[in-house]
């Protein structure tokens, strides 16, 4: 199981077991997507604000701009599909999850924060893993439809409204 090291700063608030919610996501996308519960992987994972998510796109994707989440892999696709199941622990990469963007599309969406929050998770999780959206629609397909059904083990409604999951 992906190993998560989390860390909670303000904004976000206390009311909810932000580490429980984040472990819950990982589980839940780690199930569809083996590549992520590899035993000696570790994610880091900061929620944190606005301000500190609009410094961190500045800085490494050039964009000057808060996100709702920035995800920084560590390893190549290739390597992580070719990961040994012996050795030392590996790096899958950092997320940062903004609070007043997270919490205003929550609000915009009428949907609960850790709702939003935990979509948001297992969404970086994949782009950690090499997933991307933008690559292509059939991509994009590939990643939402990953995303809806590990939401759905959690009892979580489909973000995106607009896929048949019946298949």
């Given at each position: ?71 920084f ?83 979580i409604a ?10």
């Amino acid at each position: 199981m992906l190993t998560l090291e989390i860390d909670i700063e303000a904004p976000w608030p206390d009311h909810t077991d932000w580490d429980a919610l984040a472990t819950r996501a990982a589980t839940a996308i780690g199930a569809l997507a083996p590549e992520i519960a590899h035993p000696r992987l570790c994610a880091s994972l900061l929620f944190t604000s606005d301000e500190e998510v609009h410094t961190l796109n500045r800085e490494w994707r050039d964009k000057d701009k808060p996100t709702n989440v920035l995800s920084f892999p560590m390893l190549e696709r290739a390597e992580l599909l070719d990961l040994d199941a012996d050795g030392p622990p590996e790096m899958l990469g950092d997320l940062a999850l903004a609070y007043e963007t997270c919490a205003r599309e929550a609000a915009e969406k009428a949907i609960p924060l850790d709702h939003h929050a935990t979509h948001l998770i297992i969404h970086g999780l994949l782009h950690l893993a090499g997933h991307d959206h933008e690559i292509s629609a059939q991509d994009a397909r590939v990643m939402e439809e990953l995303e809806i059904k590990a939401l759905a083990q959690l009892g979580i409604a489909d973000p995106y409204g607009d896929h048949d999951t019946q298949n």
